[in-house]
């Protein structure tokens, strides 16, 4: 009977310590899980590689007592660094059951991170004698993941100008088309969608002396199965700019990490113009002349607003500015200008020439250019009115020598 007691005691005690343990385990577990973190709001999202990101961190109590004293910590690790080591943990204070707090934290993304999805850990305690809870959570860098399927390709690139010439300023538009052919697409016995997400696109230089004005585009939205999207980028081309090739990176966010692409975007910068050349010997005869110059584009692509205007000291003329309008590539064009003596005493110089200079304006898309085909010589037999005047005089002298002359070489011989 004694020894019955002593087993029945023996096992109470047991079950009492196996109790304690279970109770002590369940109340530690409730204690850690008394407060529920979320993250709210990430800003921007995805995070911006190179630059910062504000997370909105909620705490909840989710338990049946009392927390006297939050503490929430957060802990980054590459890509992700705080602002100021000061802001890694930040108290909350007291939170009762049922309610909730925000904290803001800055994080900076390394401007070497890779695309693609980061963890972050999140610590919080309800004391300052309670063991930290931690929780991770997942942090989209330059992109969101999606199941479609749509695959974007470039289809079409369009320059305006269609050759630039350094200085000028103008577009590219690219065209992007989602390749898909079908609304679904089954595959490993799951349907998705063939829709084609563009999240970003950005044009960027790979030479010296070509710049994009135009920021990126951000979430643009669906491309449907075989539809396209066309981006418009500005752009702008220095004076200094080499002839030649320039080309462009065109990187693309798409539905998730492994649909980004970057492609190649080529520009053509040439600074060939329009060409002026006189067609005939230029003269002057009597003070008057009919001067004919042929006009070419030696530009790879059309010009708009051919004008041409010639210009010398002391002439006139007519037409004052020879408008000829557009210029294909290698198209010629021969123009007249009538001139007339204007000012004679102004142009006459040692050799009886006049300087002319002739202008071109044009334009190459929305650029207008000017260049002169200068330092042409008009020749002349122009003379002064004085020296005309002594001509006349001179030859009115021999009109009446000769025949008095001839008079006297008569009388003599008889």
């Not at 020439?353 to 044009?362: F, G, K, L, P, R």
Request: negative net charge.
């Amino acid at each position: 009977m004694k020894l019955i007691k002593e087993r029945i005691i023996a096992s109470v005690f047991s079950l009492l310590l196996i109790a304690s343990i279970f109770t002590s385990s369940a109340s530690a577990a409730v204690g850690s899980a008394n407060l529920k973190v979320t993250i709210v709001e990430t800003n921007p999202y995805p995070a911006k590689i190179g630059e910062y990101l504000t997370l909105n961190i909620q705490v909840e109590n989710v338990g049946g007592d009392k927390a006297d004293n939050i503490d929430i910590e957060i802990v980054p690790e590459y890509p992700f660094s705080l602002d100021s080591k000061t802001n890694t943990v930040q108290n909350i204070g007291a939170l009762n059951p049922g309610r909730t707090a925000t904290k803001e934290f800055y994080l900076y993304v390394d401007k070497n991170a890779q695309k693609g999805v980061r963890s972050i850990d999140i610590r919080t305690k309800t004391g300052d004698g309670s063991p930290w809870s931690e929780k991770t959570f997942d942090i989209r860098i330059g992109t969101e993941t999606f199941d479609s399927k749509g695959t974007v390709e470039l289809s079409e690139i369009i320059s305006s100008p269609e050759v630039f010439m350094p200085g000028d300023s103008g577009t590219v538009t690219v065209t992007l088309k989602n390749t898909a052919t079908t609304p679904t697409v089954t595959i490993d016995g799951k349907d998705y969608d063939t829709n084609a997400r563009i999240q970003a696109a950005v044009l960027r230089p790979l030479s010296e002396g070509i710049t994009v004005k135009e920021a990126p585009y951000y979430e643009m939205g669906l491309v449907g199965p075989g539809d396209s999207i066309k981006l418009t980028f500005n752009v702008e081309v220095e004076e200094g700019a080499k002839e030649g090739i320039h080309n462009f990176e065109l990187e693309i966010e798409g539905n998730s990490f492994d649909y980004n692409s970057k492609k190649n975007i080529p520009l053509k910068v040439d600074s060939s113009n329009i060409k002026v050349i006189p067609s005939k010997p230029l003269q002057m005869v009597d003070g008057k002349a009919v001067v004919e110059f042929d006009v070419a584009n030696t530009h790879p692509n059309e010009l708009n607003s051919v004008s041409i205007r010639p210009e010398a000291e002391g002439l006139k003329f007519y037409p004052a500015e020879y408008f000829i309008g557009p210029m294909d590539p290698d198209e010629l064009f021969t123009i007249e200008f009538d001139a007339i003596i204007d000012d004679s005493d102004a142009i006459k110089d040692v050799s009886g020439s006049i300087i002319m200079n002739v202008t071109a304006n044009y334009n190459n898309g929305i650029n207008r250019h000017e260049n002169v085909a200068g330092n042409l010589k008009l020749e002349t037999d122009f003379q002064s009115p004085g020296n005309n005047s002594t001509a006349a005089i001179t030859g009115g002298l021999l009109l009446v020598v000769i025949p008095a002359a001839f008079l006297i070489y008569r009388k003599k011989k008889q």
